[in-house]
């Protein structure tokens, strides 16, 4: 009896030891449900765009922010600068923002989103010149090549302005480009159970 007593009471020791003594366990993995975090993206690109105005084809550049907070739920803001391949002077800009949606994250990531914004138009000769408020639904493709670049494979837009005065005016075209991250990329998370 008396070495089942001296048992139990060095357990018990050892046991409280263990306790008090010995530091606080970690995991030894990384989470496997962490994301890229937070990304901002800036990029620039061509256009060709169809004008129902005069029923051109219209050239030019474009310059693209993307913001996501997070991986799937963002910001786009866009400048766009249509002056090619147009006679008489017929210019078209754009300065659009509103919410883009992820489809899926990976090399290839689809995305839709829907922009508000200025639509302004130069008609030939200087004639006349007016901002009309553009909705813009769209969707597109990018391709991540590295951490830091991305290729605009297409992004895909149709433009309804609003009280244009001579008609119906609905742009629509598509874009391709590079973009460039601006942001840190985030590994591992940080914190009390990261690996060091």
């Not at 639509?119 to 010149?129: K, T």
Request: hydrophobic share 40%.
């Amino acid at each position: 009896m008396r070495s089942c007593l001296q048992d139990l009471l060095v357990s018990i020791v050892s046991a409280l030891l263990l306790m008090f003594v010995a530091t606080p366990a970690t995991a030894q993995a990384v989470p496997t449900a962490t994301g890229p975090g937070a990304t901002i993206v800036a990029g620039v690109g061509g256009s060709l765009f169809y004008s129902p105005y005069g029923q051109r084809n219209l050239g030019g550049a474009h310059l693209f922010v993307d913001v996501q907070p997070h991986w799937r739920f963002g910001v786009e803001a866009e400048a766009r600068y249509l002056r090619l391949h147009t006679s008489e002077e017929l210019t078209e800009k754009n300065y659009l923002a509103g919410p883009r949606v992820l489809i899926r994250s990976g090399r290839y990531q689809p995305y839709a989103k829907f922009l508000i914004g200025d639509g302004h138009i130069e008609v030939p000769f200087n004639y006349a010149h007016g901002d009309f408020l553009a909705l813009v639904p769209g969707v597109g493709l990018d391709l991540t090549v590295n951490d830091y670049i991305n290729i605009r494979v297409f992004d895909v837009e149709y433009q309804l302005w609003h009280d244009f005065p001579f008609g119906n005016m609905s742009p629509y075209g598509v874009s391709a480009g590079v973009s460039v991250r601006v942001t840190r990329i985030v590994r591992f998370p940080s914190g009390s159970r990261a690996r060091s």
